[in-house]
């Protein structure tokens, strides 16, 4: 793939950066949306991608909700994100993991990598092996997983849609989560200990075995979770669940959980406003584990103080679904509106 074409790509969004790395070992892009707040940090996903189109179009996608994540987080971070093309159950050697490890390594400081889908703690320590600029790993400096933290974020937006849709509680409240890998499996451990009645589905029948420990979980097949009747839908998975095909059998009257990209098209955002959904934009509720890494490298890591910062993504999600009610604009407008409002004062501040 050429520079022109990445520079007409749909989702190019003005990215600062956009670079391949190409070798019979490893082919992976880095996307570094912007700086503008800081150096650009993000998660490095492994995944089999079907063409280099998709693994560019979800590299795009993912940086720019980075930079909007961190803006609305308040953590002085850019948005940056990589992927590894490839199945990780399969294609991932030490060779790999050190590739990768260099070729981040290769943009000096610019863009920071911890965990993601399809990459584990251990696979970025691996990374660490070659470069410097690597966050969220286990033990001495770097700290630990930031998945547990991003589950605490999510339950906070949970409990938050709950009581400005209905001004209850959580306990009682019924949420359906779609997938229970390293968030989703958190999360139903706090929404259970919280009082509500949780429903899961995952396609992993491992990471179910492991779920239904946990007291008083119901699980559903897969191809039911979408649709289930209950207060709340959780995506916990893979991007793009709510899709043309998904919207209309959404039962639940809030959309919150913490699966990057969770709308297909911005035009999902009106289809939910327009059939009375709450939706807790993603890149605001899931922000828990970027704050978690910023206090990670900023050496200032309490539980209180990170918790106490996490817990600030319930007021803001309070100011965008009001602001969203007042003016019947999609929670994810409002949301992006404030993300730029922040990014061009600091641009203009800078200039
Ligand atoms: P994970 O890979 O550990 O878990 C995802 C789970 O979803 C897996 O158990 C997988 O089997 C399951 N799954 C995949 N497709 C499914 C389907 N169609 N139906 C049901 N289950 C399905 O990933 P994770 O770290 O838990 O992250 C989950 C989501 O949250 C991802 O979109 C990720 O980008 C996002 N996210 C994660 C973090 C973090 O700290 N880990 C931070 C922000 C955002």
Redo the contacts with the bound molecule.
């Keep these: 793939m050429n520079p022109v074409e990445v520079k007409t790509h749909p989702d190019f969004d003005e990215h600062e950066s956009v670079v391949f790395s190409s070798s019979e070992t490893l082919t992976a892009i880095i996307a570094i949306h912007s700086s503008e707040l800081g150096p650009a940090a993000g ?1 490095c ?1 492994m995944y089999p991608y079907a063409s280099h189109e998709q693994a560019l179009t979800d590299v795009l996608r993912l940086s720019r909700g980075m930079t909007y994540k961190s803006a609305l987080a308040g953590v002085p971070f850019g948005g940056g994100k990589s992927v590894i093309m490839g199945d990780p159950r399969t294609a991932k050697t030490r060779q790999l993991l050190h590739e990768m490890g260099d070729f981040i390594e290769s943009l000096k400081g610019q863009y920071m990598a911890a ?4 990459t584990s703690v251990a696979d970025i320590a691996a990374m660490g092996e070659r470069t410097r600029f690597i966050s969220g790993v286990s033990g001495g400096r770097f700290g630990g ?3 547990p ?2 589950a605490y974020g999510v339950f906070i937006g949970i409990r938050e849609a709950v009581r400005h849709r209905t001004q209850a509680d959580l306990p009682g409240i019924s949420v359906a989560i ?7 499996y958190h999360l139903t451990n706090l929404l259970i200990c919280a009082g509500a009645r949780v429903t899961v ?4 029948r491992q ?1 179910l075995e492991w779920v239904s420990k946990i007291p008083g979980v119901n699980v559903v097949p ?1 191809d039911e ?1 979408l649709s289930a009747e209950v207060d709340v839908l959780a995506p ?4 793009g669940a709510i899709n043309e095909n998904s919207i209309y059998s959404i039962r639940a009257g809030i959309v919150a959980g ?3 990209n969770q709308l297909i098209s911005k035009e999902m955002a009106d289809e939910l406003l327009y059939r009375g959904i709450l939706y807790a934009p993603d890149y605001v509720i ?1 922000a ?3 704050i978690d890494v910023y206090y990670q490298n900023c050496g200032e890591r309490s539980e209180d103080i990170v918790n106490k910062h996490i817990e600030r993504i319930g007021p803001t999600l309070n100011t965008i679904f009001t602001s969203s009610d007042s003016r019947r604009l999609s929670t994810q407008a409002v949301a992006d509106e404030m993300a730029d409002k922040i990014l061009n004062r600091v641009h203009h501040q800078a200039a």
């Design positions: 998660g996903r965990e993601d889908s399809g997983d930031p998945s933290l991003t779609q997938g229970v890998g390293n968030v989703g589905a995952d396609i992993s990471n897969a979770i916990c998975a893979m991007g913490a699966a990057n899931n828990g584990g970027i």
